[in-house]
């Protein structure tokens, strides 16, 4: 399983970047997909989950208003709408994914960054004051 981000970028505050990250190698329908960041010093972070099926989402508490995940399955794509970006928000945003058994597709469960399986390469988010 291959996980390929993208979409990020160099903007000034205030602005939006919407992340993407592409499946390849397994069915996307088994995956239930996470995005977390690391800011230069600092332990990498949860920011958003979305279940398999995409019906259900989960977001830090800090970041919900802002932030919003999708995916889109026939694209096998994940996507990360970032808005209203801050500086603090600077970091390499990373996709994740975990494989569910079938019973588990509709639900998101906030799980460590160890208990996902696959890791993108992560996208670069700068953001300017």
């Known amino acids: 399983v291959q996980l390929q981000a993208s979409g990020g970028g160099l903007v000034q505050a205030g602005d939006s970047l919407r992340l993407s990250c592409t499946v390849s190698g397994r069915t996307i329908g088994t995956l239930a997909m996470g995005w977390f960041r690391q800011a230069p010093g600092k332990e990498r972070e949860f920011v958003a989950a979305v279940s398999a099926d995409g019906e259900n989402t989960d977001y830090s508490d800090s970041l919900n208003i802002r932030f919003a995940v999708a995916r889109d399955n026939t694209k096998n794509t994940v996507y990360l709408q970032l808005t209203a970006l801050k500086p603090e928000d600077t970091g390499v945003y990373f996709c994740?994914?975990?494989?569910?058994?079938?019973?588990?597709?509709?639900?998101?469960?906030?799980?460590?960054?160890?208990?996902?399986?696959?890791w993108g390469q992560g996208t670069q988010v700068t953001v300017s004051s």
């Open positions: 994740a994914a975990r494989v569910v058994g079938v019973s588990f597709r509709r639900s998101v469960v906030r799980v460590r960054p160890d208990d996902y399986t696959y």
